[in-house]
């Protein structure tokens, strides 16, 4: 079972990206199970063909953890990907990363955390220690880190470089670097920056996806682009990124970049 | 070799602002005290207490709740399970209720301010003491008195004076309160309200009436400051110790109060005079400093005792039980000097 996860700054496609992926792996033959862990609930979504399913903490906060079952939080979207939403207390009140813990113990309980591939959806632009769980116990093992060459969401891949470069030292630890997805803003010169940034900390970029309206139109018919629009070049890029993320042996300890280095990168690439 | 911990080992001034804090909300009659976080927060302070009183010949359990907080509260927010231990607080008919947060309740950002101002029908009072914010026992027993001094108005009387920050769990509570009492009312003085020890709310609404304030020890001067500001209240920073530092309370006190004190002073020699006639019989013995650090205000005490009797003061001396905090007035040098006595003449 391979267990990965994708960590990004919020807004910068992780659920488009996440949906698409487990879309095109399942396609493959896979048994997949996509786990979304924003409050925001809309990793899913598409995959569900618009629905957005009950979260795990609701279900928890409205009858307590004895009267939720697995039936209730586990769903079967697009092509059999098995889906759940971690969801989170309301805004400003309570602790989220305990949270996201708590879905996942909930989880094992239930053994539902099976299958050939589990993707882990996690905003990573929030780095307390409780979003850092899916690393930190072993859930996730290979990351996957989303981002465009926009500073603010190479700064968000650079810390999540820096959790696991930190979680690495762990002897238990089996949480790696496994490659950089630069899911594009369309920017001059964006793709050898966010290839250049991943080389710098000692990893690759694995797969470039420029914006394209393919992602939009798919999404207003409330599919994946995997569905909607199987022939399109998206979807092409969305199954090559399936497959090399299956064929994927190189893991690393990622080697984060000072900020001033990483704003000097930005510059360097970026023609303003 | 001495089984019995020095002071130098101990970290009784240390530990958590919230067990400070209930060492004062504690000691108001009839009141309770909510701690709003994970049962374990209330369970040792609990223990705590209760053994403390027993020790003190005190009777009953304290007075303390907990909101227990447990994962789902972490998770979704404790305020309604505070508000849930509010309500059975208020079911026990308590004259006031004090809530004390925790590190858990401050992590996850209750708040508790919002909680307790609902209409209780009784006073609900917070008092902030995550442990984790910072501050040791000493600053939840201030933070606890500042909060509570709020409930009080400012009002004149003169003659009295007020008890600031006893320490509740001091072995000596009751004779060091004794003797304060004693040297103030040679000087007419009398006592208005010990803030806080074993009083009621009603006493507590009285501590805008006070010529002055005497403070425990100077570690309590923040309060001192605030009731300053608040009441307009002049305080004396420590409980009197040792032999000439007892004679300057009342010079002190007598100033503060604006009282005359000749009498009352030369009185207070002639007695201190007395006390060294008794323990006459150490003259020649020698004690040791027990790991007494010279920079300790205990030290200075020592030193002066042992002068005054003509004792020597060494490290092949005798191993004397000392005092963790200064011995409070000349009862309190009597009673070391009786415990020296027993441990030379062993
Ligand atoms: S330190 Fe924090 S967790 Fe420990 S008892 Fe104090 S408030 Fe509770």
């Known amino acids: 079972m391979k267990q990965i996860a994708l960590y990004g700054k919020g807004g910068i496609g992780k659920s488009t990206t996440s949906a698409n ?7 493959q033959g896979l048994d997949i199970l996509q786990i979304g862990c924003d409050p925001k609930r809309d990793s899913t979504r598409m995959l569900m063909h618009g629905s957005f399913i009950p979260t795990v903490m609701d279900l928890v906060r409205e009858r307590g953890d004895a009267e939720v079952f697995k039936k209730d939080v586990v769903y079967t979207g697009f092509n059999g990907v098995r889906c759940v939403e971690a969801g989170g207390p309301e805004p400003g009140v309570g602790c989220a990363g305990r949270g996201i813990i708590a879905t996942f113990q909930l989880l094992e309980k239930f053994g539902a955390l099976t ?46 470089c820096k959790a696991i470069r930190r979680l690495s030292q762990r002897s238990k630890s089996t949480c790696r670097l496994a490659g950089v997805i630069c899911n594009a803003k369309n920017m001059p010169g964006e793709e050898d920056l966010v290839a250049e940034f991943a080389r710098r900390v000692n990893s690759s970029l694995v797969q470039y996806i420029p914006r394209d309206r393919a992602v939009q139109i798919a999404e207003i018919h409330k599919q994946t682009v995997i569905e909607y629009d199987p022939a399109s070049e998206q979807a092409q890029r969305y199954r090559t990124l399936a497959s090399r993320v299956m064929e994927n042996t190189t893991f690393t300890i990622p080697i984060p970049l000072e900020i001033d280095e990483l704003e000097a990168l930005a510059l360097e690439y970026l023609q303003i | 070799m001495s089984l019995k911990p020095l002071p130098l080992n ?32 209330a369970h040792h302070n609990f223990s705590l207490l209760h ?79 995550g442990g984790f914010l910072g501050g040791v026992f000493e600053k939840g027993v201030n933070n606890a008195l500042c909060t509570l001094s709020d409930m009080a108005e400012p009002r004149s009387s003169e003659g009295t004076v007020n008890i600031i920050g006893e320490k509740n769990l001091e072995f000596e509570v009751e004779e060091n309160f004794k003797e304060v009492s004693r040297l103030l009312s040679v000087l007419g003085l009398f006592v208005n309200t010990r803030f806080v020890h074993n009083i009621s709310d009603k006493d ?54 604006r009282v005359p004190f000749r009498s009352a002073v030369a009185d207070e020699i002639a007695l201190q005079e007395e006390v060294l006639n008794g323990f006459s019989d150490l003259a ?28 020597g003061f060494s490290d092949t001396g005798c191993h004397v039980p000392v005092p963790l905090d200064p011995p409070v007035g000349t009862a309190g040098i009597q009673r070391m000097l009786h415990r020296w006595r027993r441990a030379i003449h062993a």
């Open chain 1, 21 to 27: 992926l487990s879309a095109a792996l399942s396609l």
């Open chain 1, 115 to 160: 299958g050939d591939v589990i993707v882990y959806d996690v905003l990573g632009d929030v780095v307390c220690g409780g979003f850092a769980m899916p690393m930190r116990e072993g859930y996730a093992q290979e990351i996957y880190l989303v981002t465009s060459g926009e500073l603010m969401s190479l700064y968000a891949a650079n810390n999540i």
């Open chain 2, 10 to 41: 101990t970290s009784r001034f240390e530990g958590c602002t919230l067990t400070g804090a209930l060492s004062v909300t504690t000691s108001v009659r009839n009141s309770i005290s909510v701690v709003h976080g994970p049962r374990g927060c």
């Open chain 2, 51 to 129: 053994a403390t009183s027993l020790e003190h010949d005190g009777i009953g359990a304290p007075a303390i709740q907990s909101s227990g907080l447990l994962e789902k509260e972490i998770i979704f927010g404790g305020e309604a399970a505070l508000e849930q231990a509010l309500s059975h607080a208020v079911s026990l008919s308590p004259s006031c209720i004090f809530v004390l947060s925790t590190c858990i309740a401050e992590t996850i950002g209750d708040d508790a301010g919002a909680v307790c101002r609902k209409d209780w029908g009784v006073p609900v009072i917070p008092v902030p003491t």
């Open chain 2, 204 to 257: 507590i609404a009285q501590i805008g009436r006070a010529s002055f304030n005497v403070l425990r020890d100077p570690g309590a001067c923040p309060v001192g400051d605030h009731l300053k500001v608040r009441f307009g209240t002049a305080y004396i920073p420590s409980f009197p110790a040792g032999l000439a530092g007892t004679i300057q309370f009342l010079e002190m006190a007598a100033a503060a109060g």
């Open chain 2, 284 to 311: 020649g013995s020698s004690i040791s400093p027990n790991g007494l650090k010279m920079t300790s205000p205990v030290y200075s005490i020592v030193r002066e005792v042992t002068s005054a009797l003509d004792m």
